[in-house]
């Protein structure tokens, strides 16, 4: 039996090794129990982004808890995670599942898991539904048409579904009046929904690729090279450039010039939209690895801030329970107040875009009217492939305190809320965490300057590394 356990964003392995239809078959069975548990007579919103064997993934899902007496919810076609999480608040359908590895390579594929809400299950929840995967699962013989004929399976069309939500907040005809946006899809699943609501947008990797490129559809600079050249041969045409990831939850940005804007830049211009140009008042949740920038925002416009551990399950709980005007990850996943508790990386495009279109500002100089109130930041992260005896060894030596600087930079303070995050001189700090979906040992850091914080992460690498 293979152990299944889900981490920061739901279970995710590799095709045809985990990632089995017997075993989407064992978690579905576990999901529609811990339905059932909830109400006699349940119903799950399902789909599947572009990755290899969403088809059939969720097929096996969709017969699973059909023969369990859960009815599906479900949309012809590919998904993106937001308009699976959309749907289950207009349905009002008891949870949702999408058939997604994110961001992860394309050799992996996953399986989340939408509260009732929209946004992710808390971790109490998830963790009932790990104890409920049983050992084996059967895969029903009955066909997906039997299912339809018993009226256990509804068909709607969730991309109109998204398409008239998105319209009751954006001005759509304005935003494309003075702005064209340059999208990069990353063969993921926005590659419909995005020229859809804006038309006169110049695409790239739009098309059905499921083996994105054999590059993993991550929205980070180092992946989005092409694009970033793109945007700088169209200088003068083009307002900004948007990329998502592969089920489109995630968000970066390039600006007119094709400067490269990472999540914590995103997130400090949708504060300032929020609470300076909308006035909208709440908290700001963020994740663990987040800039300290968004902090001194927070202060500086007397909002209050709140720091989670790293996983967005745990900032959609903070919005459930209080008025969350912002919430966030350094990974590109953001949602904010008057939408579902749920990353929407095309969402958060249509925001800036709004508030370019509204300040008649590019997105270059709104992001100096940002330097302007907390300084002039770089952000970078690198992921180390490492044998698992040597990254258990680093994460036991963060443990026991045994670094008091990397290099040159001396530690000032340490934070261990998850991972640990070593605070040093003039604003920088550099962060040690695993990762929580990949074999990897991830190293965050910042500073005023790229030089610097490239130095960091280098002295940093050094030590860990020896």
């Given at each position: 039996?293979t152990?299944?356990k889900?981490?920061?964003?739901?279970?995710?392995?590799?095709?045809?090794?985990?990632?089995?239809?017997?075993?989407?078959?064992r978690?579905?069975?576990?999901?529609?129990k811990?339905?059932?548990?909830?109400?006699?007579?349940?119903?799950?919103?399902i789909?599947?982004?572009?990755?290899?064997?969403?088809?059939?993934?969720v097929?096996?899902a969709t017969?699973v808890?059909?023969?369990?007496?859960?009815k599906?919810?479900?949309?012809?076609?590919?998904?993106t995670?937001?308009?699976?999480?959309?749907?289950?608040?207009?349905?009002?359908?008891?949870?949702?599942?999408?058939?997604?590895?994110?961001?992860?390579?394309p050799?992996?594929?996953?399986?989340?898991?939408k509260?009732?809400?929209?946004?992710?299950?808390?971790?109490?929840?998830?963790a009932?539904?790990e104890?409920?995967?049983?050992?084996?699962?059967?895969?029903?013989?009955?066909?997906?048409?039997?299912?339809?004929?018993?009226?256990?399976i509804?068909?709607v069309d969730?991309?109109?579904?998204?398409?008239?939500?998105?319209?009751k907040t954006?001005?759509?005809?304005a935003i494309?009046?003075?702005?064209?946006l340059?999208?990069?899809?990353?063969?993921?699943a926005?590659?419909r929904m995005?020229?859809?609501?804006?038309?006169?947008?110049?695409?790239?990797?739009?098309?059905?690729?499921p083996?994105?490129m054999?590059?993993?559809?991550?929205?980070?600079?180092?992946?989005?090279?092409?694009?970033?050249k793109?945007?700088?041969e169209?200088?003068?045409k083009?307002?900004?450039?948007?990329?998502?990831?592969?089920?489109?939850?995630?968000?970066?940005m390039?600006?007119?010039?094709?400067?490269?804007?990472?999540?914590?830049?995103i997130?400090?211009?949708?504060?300032?939209?929020?609470?300076?140009?909308?006035?909208?008042?709440?908290?700001v949740?963020?994740?663990?690895?987040?800039?300290?920038?968004?902090?001194?925002?927070?202060?500086?416009?007397?909002?209050?801030?709140e720091?989670?551990?790293?996983?967005?399950k745990?900032?959609?709980e903070?919005?459930?329970?209080?008025?969350?005007?912002?919430?966030g990850?350094?990974?590109?996943?953001?949602?904010?107040?008057?939408?579902?508790?749920?990353?929407d990386?095309?969402w958060?495009g249509?925001?800036l875009?709004?508030l370019?279109t509204?300040?008649?500002?590019?997105?270059?100089?709104?992001?100096?009217?940002?330097?302007?109130?907390?300084?002039?930041f770089?952000?970078?992260?690198?992921?180390l492939?490492?044998?698992?005896?040597?990254?258990?060894?680093i994460?036991a030596?963060c443990?026991a305190?045994k670094?008091?600087?990397?290099g040159?930079y001396?530690?000032?303070?340490?934070?261990?809320?998850?991972?640990?995050?070593?605070?040093?001189?003039?604003?920088?700090?550099?962060?040690?965490?695993?990762?929580?979906?990949?074999?990897l040992?991830r190293?965050?850091?910042?500073?005023?300057?790229?030089?610097?914080?490239?130095?960091i992460?280098?002295?940093t690498?050094?030590?860990l590394?020896?």
């Amino acid at each position: 039996m293979t152990a299944i356990k889900f981490g920061t964003d739901g279970w995710r392995a590799i095709i045809a090794q985990e990632f089995t239809t017997d075993n989407v078959a064992r978690v579905t069975v576990a999901t529609a129990k811990w339905l059932l548990e909830r109400t006699k007579t349940p119903s799950v919103v399902i789909g599947h982004d572009c990755r290899f064997g969403g088809t059939l993934f969720v097929e096996t899902a969709t017969k699973v808890f059909c023969e369990m007496g859960v009815k599906v919810i479900m949309h012809k076609g590919f998904v993106t995670t937001p308009m699976i999480s959309l749907a289950v608040v207009e349905t009002k359908a008891t949870a949702g599942v999408v058939i997604t590895a994110s961001h992860n390579p394309p050799s992996y594929n996953g399986y989340k898991l939408k509260d009732y809400f929209g946004g992710p299950a808390a971790p109490n929840e998830i963790a009932k539904v790990e104890t409920m995967i049983p050992a084996t699962a059967t895969i029903p013989a009955t066909s997906i048409a039997d299912y339809e004929k018993q009226g256990l399976i509804e068909y709607v069309d969730m991309e109109l579904m998204y398409e008239n939500h998105v319209k009751k907040t954006f001005d759509l005809a304005a935003i494309m009046q003075k702005n064209v946006l340059a999208y990069d899809g990353m063969y993921g699943a926005g590659q419909r929904m995005l020229p859809r609501l804006l038309p006169n947008s110049l695409l790239m990797h739009c098309t059905p690729n499921p083996g994105f490129m054999g590059q993993a559809p991550e929205p980070l600079e180092r992946n989005t090279l092409e694009f970033q050249k793109f945007i700088k041969e169209n200088k003068g045409k083009v307002a900004a450039g948007l990329v998502t990831d592969g089920d489109a939850d995630r968000i970066a940005m390039y600006d007119e010039l094709g400067n490269f804007l990472d999540a914590h830049h995103i997130l400090l211009l949708l504060i300032y939209y929020a609470s300076q140009f909308k006035h909208m008042k709440g908290k700001v949740v963020v994740a663990f690895s987040a800039s300290d920038k968004i902090k001194k925002m927070c202060n500086i416009y007397g909002i209050p801030y709140e720091v989670t551990k790293i996983g967005f399950k745990y900032i959609a709980e903070k919005m459930m329970t209080e008025d969350v005007l912002v919430g966030g990850e350094e990974s590109g996943g953001i949602a904010v107040k008057g939408h579902i508790p749920e990353r929407d990386g095309i969402w958060d495009g249509l925001l800036l875009l709004d508030l370019m279109t509204k300040t008649g500002k590019t997105l270059s100089q709104l992001v100096e009217d940002i330097y302007a109130v907390v300084g002039r930041f770089v952000f970078e992260r690198n992921d180390l492939h490492l044998d698992e005896t040597l990254k258990q060894q680093i994460i036991a030596n963060c443990k026991a305190g045994k670094y008091s600087s990397f290099g040159k930079y001396k530690i000032e303070r340490v934070e261990d809320i998850d991972g640990y995050k070593y605070h040093l001189p003039d604003e920088c700090w550099v962060m040690i965490r695993p990762s929580g979906t990949e074999p990897l040992l991830r190293i965050y850091a910042e500073a005023p300057t790229k030089e610097m914080v490239l130095d960091i992460l280098e002295e940093t690498k050094k030590l860990l590394l020896g």
